[in-house]
């Protein structure tokens, strides 16, 4: 077992993250002195392809705009690397490594279940804005090119029937964590979560996932609306589709009442999205369940 490496200034994202990645740090420096003392190794994170506290090199196997400033990039590991695979929880984030002006970005491997076999580790999707250094950076990325990747980080844990409903409200690529937890969800027989899903999006072409979404609706514990400011008359949907030509306001949330303390809520979006939807559930609402920020 190797001791961590302590990480540099450079790789704190700086975003507030829970937990940061001088937590982790102390984390597996603690795990580390553990097997030291007693040699007692701990599964966690030893056996996994990418690690929280040094660089693994993926291979991008392609790269795709799959709407309008959106990217698709399939990354895997090195050949004739190690065995192990590349794990992580749903909701969970990996740091990828920017040298030209060194700092990291946080992005969500996802993983499909009907792309188990296909042969890639894992996909993000990143969004490009204009000024943005990072994200130019990986849409601009070919086949071939090499990415340095570090984690997985994150804090939230699927538990089984542990909450009644669990509602989520995603905006743009915000919805990408939530969709690895429903298909978890959704993939144990044994859950009785109901998940309520409320996702808006500029306009439509960059809803993410609606293949995935319209197939989910078949369960009988999943619901979902797709809220879109603008929807061109012409636009082709699915039968019965939920998409909702207005944006998404506090109101259309006031619908779920009642609420109470076996509900979950789960936000992601951007900074400003997310603090005033957590502000709405706590000070205007009273919202006496759980509510986790992404």
């Known amino acids: 077992m190797k001791p961590p490496i302590e990480p540099n200034r450079e790789d704190c994202c700086n975003s507030g993250c829970n937990p940061c990645i001088f937590d982790i740090y102390e984390k597996q420096l603690a795990i580390y002195k553990k097997y030291q003392e007693t040699g007692e190794k701990s599964d966690m994170y030893l056996q996994n392809a990418i690690s929280q506290t040094e660089y693994t090199t993926f291979i991008v196997i ?3 705009e799959i709407c309008v400033s959106h990217n698709l990039i399939l990354l895997k590991k090195m050949p004739n690397t190690n065995s192990q695979t590349v794990v992580w929880n749903p909701g969970d984030h990996f740091l990828v490594k920017y040298n030209s002006v060194p700092c990291t970005r946080a992005y969500t491997p996802v993983k499909l279940k009907r792309q188990n076999h296909d042969d890639f580790d894992f996909s993000i999707i990143v969004k490009k804005y204009t000024h943005g250094l990072v994200s130019n950076y990986l849409c601009d990325l070919k086949s071939g090119d090499e990415t340095l990747w570090r984690g997985p980080y994150g804090f939230y844990e699927v538990t089984r029937n542990k ?3 669990i509602i989520m409200v995603a905006q743009g690529t915000g919805i990408l964590p939530f969709v690895s937890i429903i298909e978890k969800i959704l993939s144990d027989e044994d859950d009785m979560t109901k998940l309520v899903l409320y996702y808006c999006c500029q ?7 609606r293949d ?3 197939t989910y609706q078949c369960y009988w514990n999943f619901t979902y609306k797709i809220f879109i400011n603008d ?3 012409k636009t082709c949907h699915k039968y ?3 998409i909702t030509s207005h944006k998404l ?9 009642p609420f109470s303390i ?3 809520f789960m936000i992601c979006g951007s900074s400003k999205f997310i603090k005033d939807y957590e502000t709405f559930l706590k000070n205007e609402n009273g919202f006496p369940g759980n509510i986790i920020l992404f």
């Open 62 to 64: 392609s790269n795709t």
């Open 163 to 165: 909450f009644n409903r």
């Open 203 to 209: 306009n439509i072409s960059t809803v993410l996932f």
């Open 212 to 214: 995935e979404l319209y």
């Open 231 to 233: 929807v061109p008359e």
């Open 240 to 242: 019965r589709e939920p």
């Open 249 to 257: 306001h506090f109101k259309d949330v006031i619908e779920l009442e």
């Open 262 to 264: 076996h509900d979950q």
